[in-house]
């Protein structure tokens, strides 16, 4: 295995990465972005860079034997970690794919009212603007202070045409837990079409596809230490028939996604998926203990804000702000020792106050102020105590 400190000095030509590279990487806390690939996977994924370089859909050799060998094996451990059927995996680029083909894809009919929130991914707030440019009609559920959809609001909500409930399981900014095995039984008592976006919530929380009542459930592998560029929608065996493709080509994937399978990627989601099988529950009840004693040291911060409650929450996750802070200028000074991000978005040179942070009652000036945390699996209380001292030293600094 390559030291990370050699891959951080291979990038110091990289602006703003000179300073950085002569100490090595900073900690990492923002495991809701993407996650480190775990040297398990990686070691899964190499023979598939070399030898074993065939195309999954070759089906007269053994070179498209061994690969679709290895494509089926990853199906069937994508599977487990849901608890869903190796059928019933489509593989995607990601789970913004799987978004896109849940939603857009979903068949309903003349029932085209889609009930969702306002803070969901980007992905699927897109989705859903489209899907209204389509001729739909969209409805934005919101939240409360912890960032929690209520049950009886869904209800509320239903009309008779609505023909799709969509809902992220994890928020990716404040990491709260949704009901959505209370929002699965009201989609099942008026058959409607229910879509988990779980690619914040896979391998952090225990899921299982028939508790859920979930028709179609997204998953990125590069959220559970796998690959980037490959993720999977779970798609029920009764709901199989009440989904279209937006893609078109050769009919890989059953007919939902066509295109040649990434043997590699998919190997090394495979294997991310039963590593995180594996993990639970002991792997977040750890990672919750370090959160835990990050904030107790974070504590001494006057003014300090947690974003959202602690109850419902993913276990490595924290958003915290404080008065007068501006994120964008505390994560520069924290560059050489923490990697953490902030709670906006950035576009266009230009930062705009995070709509989820908005969504749960924060100014524009507090989203703004906003630090969103993520720790992970190989996450030490060393650098715990480190970023907790560093982030302290930081915040009293006067600017």
């Not at 390559?2 to 110091?12: E, F, K, T, V, Y």
């Not at 199906?75 to 990601?94: H, Q």
């Not at 309903?108 to 859903?128: D, F, K, M, Y």
């Amino acid at each position: 295995m390559i030291d990370s400190r050699i891959l951080w000095s291979l990038a110091g030509d990289i602006d703003g990465v000179d300073d950085v590279a002569r100490s090595g990487p900073p900690a990492y806390f923002d495991h809701h972005a993407t996650t480190p690939v775990d040297p398990r996977v990686r070691e899964a994924m190499l023979p598939f860079l070399g030898a074993f370089f065939g195309n999954a859909g070759s089906a007269e050799h053994p070179y498209g034997w061994r690969a679709q060998s290895a494509v089926e094996g990853a199906r069937r451990d994508v599977a487990a970690l849901v608890g869903a059927r190796p059928a019933d995996v489509v593989f995607t680029s990601g789970a913004t794919e799987a978004n896109n083909l849940a939603l857009l894809g979903a068949q309903t009919g003349a029932r085209r009212h889609l009930i969702t929130t306002s803070i969901e991914h980007a992905s699927v707030l897109a989705c859903a603007a489209e899907y209204a440019r389509r001729g739909g009609t969209v409805t934005y559920l919101p939240v409360d202070g912890d960032g929690l959809v209520h049950p009886d609001e869904v209800a509320a909500a239903i009309r008779p045409d609505t023909g799709l409930i969509s809902m992220a399981f994890a928020n990716h900014e404040i990491g709260a837990i949704q009901p959505i095995q209370e929002i699965g039984v009201l989609a099942k008592r008026h058959d409607i079409l229910l879509h988990v976006d779980a690619a914040q919530a896979a391998g952090r929380i225990p899921i299982s596809r028939a508790g859920l009542q979930a028709d179609f459930i997204s998953l990125s592998a590069h959220k559970i230490y796998g690959p980037q560029g490959v993720g999977a929608l779970i798609v029920a065996r009764d709901s199989r028939d009440r989904l279209a493709p937006i893609l078109f080509g050769a009919g890989q994937e059953r007919g939902l996604r066509p295109g040649t399978l990434p043997v590699p990627l998919i190997v090394g989601f495979g294997m991310a998926a039963a590593l995180a099988l594996r993990a639970l529950p002991e792997e977040p009840q750890r990672i919750a203990a370090l959160r835990e004693l990050l904030l107790e040291r974070l504590r001494v911060i006057p003014g300090l804000r947690i974003h959202g409650g602690l109850t419902h929450r993913l276990a490595g996750n924290l958003n915290l702000g404080w008065p007068r802070l501006v994120a964008r200028d505390l994560i520069y000074l924290l560059r050489n020792d923490v990697a953490i991000s902030s709670g906006s978005a950035c576009g266009s040179g230009a930062l705009h106050p995070s709509p989820v942070l908005q969504a749960i009652g924060l100014t524009d000036a507090q989203a703004l102020g906003a630090l969103r945390i993520g720790l992970g699996r190989f996450t030490t209380r060393q650098e715990v105590v480190g970023a907790a001292r560093a982030i302290i030293r930081a915040a009293e600094s006067p600017g």
